[in-house]
């Protein structure tokens, strides 16, 4: 008798939390409609420090990384990060596919006509990297005719193309353009100013690559969503609240060292 009555407490108690469960998460389902709980991010990992893998490893790691987490968190949204090729981003935001991509990615008059792109996060700029005995190559000047590496669909591969008579080779990712240049295969590559400097202090390029001439364009990065997205005015105030807050002085520091004020 006792044990039927125990039985009985137990299914009955059972039912209420059931229900109780059922009509709590009413009212967050209903907000789920609104702003979707997980952001689908796009990036090209292998632009260091903004976006990599450590070897053996599938992780997203980088400056952009640590950035869109925060922003994220601020958001309260679940970032999914995804790896794909640069130039395949822009067309996933639009087919859908993916809500925003972070990939050190320019801001640019083409690219804001595609899609929205969030306020500046990070001001960059393009150099051109050539091999340490390389004399010939002073700058972009000494360029004509020459063979230059870049990765597809970027700023990099832009200004290459540009270059007089040069030869373009486009790579999908960074590791074999810079592996081209190692192998010889072109005498220079042209790529963002801070990705470079850090494949020549802590990349493959210590030994045998160095930069020369000046910074060319200025170029600032920003974060792509589809346009008229409504999550480009949560993610630019998310942004200005992780400078205020100062996060974003302490990632920067992280990744970069002291902050440029
Ligand atoms: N900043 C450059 C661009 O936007 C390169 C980006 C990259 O290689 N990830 O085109």
Do not use: H
Not at 137 to 151: F, R
Not at 211 to 234: C, D, F
Request: a positive charge.
């Amino acid at each position: 008798m006792k044990k039927a009555f125990m039985l009985l407490m137990a299914m009955v108690m059972m039912v209420m939390m059931v229900a109780g469960c059922g009509g709590g998460e009413k009212k967050p389902a209903d907000k789920a409609a609104e702003v979707p709980k997980v952001l689908r991010v796009g990036t090209e990992p292998t632009f260091a420090p903004f976006e990599f893998q450590k070897e053996g490893s599938k992780d997203f790691d980088g400056f952009d990384m640590d950035l869109i987490r925060a922003i994220g968190k601020q958001l309260n949204m679940k970032v999914e990060i995804q790896n794909m090729g640069f130039d395949a981003l822009i067309p996933a935001i639009n087919a859908g596919n993916i809500d925003a991509a972070i990939a050190g990615m320019s801001i640019t008059p083409d690219r804001q006509k595609a899609v929205d792109m969030s306020d500046p996060y990070y001001a960059s700029g393009l150099v051109v990297v050539v091999n340490k005995d390389n004399e010939a190559v002073k700058s972009v000047k000494d360029l004509d005719n020459k063979g230059i590496a870049a990765q597809i669909g970027t700023t990099g591969a832009e200004r290459a193309a540009k270059v007089p008579g040069a030869k373009v080779k486009n790579f999908n990712t960074n590791s074999e353009v810079f592996l081209e240049l190692k192998n010889k295969g072109v005498d220079a590559v042209i790529i963002d100013k801070p990705v470079a400097e850090y494949y020549l202090a802590q990349g493959g390029g210590k030994e045998t690559a160095k930069i020369v001439g000046e910074t060319m364009e200025a170029e600032s990065y920003g974060i792509s969503l589809k346009k008229n997205s409504p999550l480009t005015a949560k993610i630019n105030k998310a942004l200005l609240d992780l400078k205020k807050n100062g996060e974003y002085d302490k990632l920067y520091e992280k990744w970069f060292g002291a902050v440029k004020k």
